[in-house]
């Protein structure tokens, strides 16, 4: 078990384009979330998953924002027409999901730079 | 609304010293657990405690400790004898029993360093 997997680590991008970020979780963890982190801040709740249904969006995912998790494995973040204001660590994290709240497993995250 | 502060943003010591991060939470939950995560220069999120609110025993883990205080709502965390290697910013983060999915709400951090 090599732990949470993150791709890319790093993405530069011009502004208007649109990008897409992997996770993969730990096998068998059922829960995936996404966080997002801004510079000298703690990271902020995105979405979740459980299994392949996304069961909760924060507001901070605006219509730009979409995630998948197609068959309860890995997921993807896309973001449609990046904002500098887009530009953070987007993290990904996994949990069992069993027993309750079991602590969340975190990716090394991706360093969005939108230019 | 939930919600995590940690007052300080960074702290500087050197080697050898204590040091004490501060965390107070805010909830309306009976149930809710509380986390200290460490997030070192390569960006990962390193989990070190977790703690329900019906325990409010402390917690030492070699020179790690958590006193933990519901009558202040603090979840205090305690690095003795630093060591050069504990320089990362940590994180105090708490989780509702009644959020989906047990999200996180995370404070803004402390970042600590500890010179040689």
């Known amino acids: 078990d090599t732990g949470v997997s993150q791709d890319p680590r790093h993405k530069i991008t011009k502004r208007g384009q649109n990008v897409t970020f992997r996770c993969d979780p730990i096998s068998e963890h059922n829960r995936l979330y996404w966080y997002r982190q801004t510079l000298g801040q703690g990271p902020e709740f995105l979405t979740y998953f459980q299994n392949e249904a996304q069961l909760e969006k924060s507001r901070l995912l605006s219509d730009r924002f979409s995630a998948e998790r197609p068959k309860g494995s890995f997921s993807t973040l896309e973001i449609q027409r990046t904002e500098q204001g887009d530009s953070a660590m987007y993290l990904c994290?996994?949990?069992?999901?069993?027993?309750?709240?079991?602590?969340?497993?975190f990716g090394q995250g991706t360093r969005l730079t939108v230019v | 609304a939930q919600k995590v502060t940690q007052a300080q943003t960074e702290i500087s010591v050197v080697e050898k010293e204590d040091v004490t991060l501060d965390c107070v939470y805010e909830t309306r939950d009976t149930t809710y657990y509380l986390f200290w995560y460490k997030q070192p220069p390569s960006g990962e999120l390193v989990f070190l405690i977790r703690r329900n609110s019906f325990d409010e025993q402390n917690e030492i883990s070699g020179r790690y400790s958590w006193n933990f205080q519901k009558s202040t709502s603090s979840f205090n965390f305690t690095i003795t004898a630093s060591q050069v290697v504990d320089s990362a910013v940590y994180f105090c983060?708490?989780?509702?029993?009644?959020?989906?999915?047990?999200?996180?709400?995370f404070g803004g951090g402390t970042r600590v360093l500890v010179k040689p």
């Open positions: 983060a708490l989780s509702e029993a009644m959020a989906a999915g047990n999200k996180l709400t």
């Open positions: 994290a996994s949990s069992p999901g069993t027993p309750w709240n079991t602590e969340a497993f």
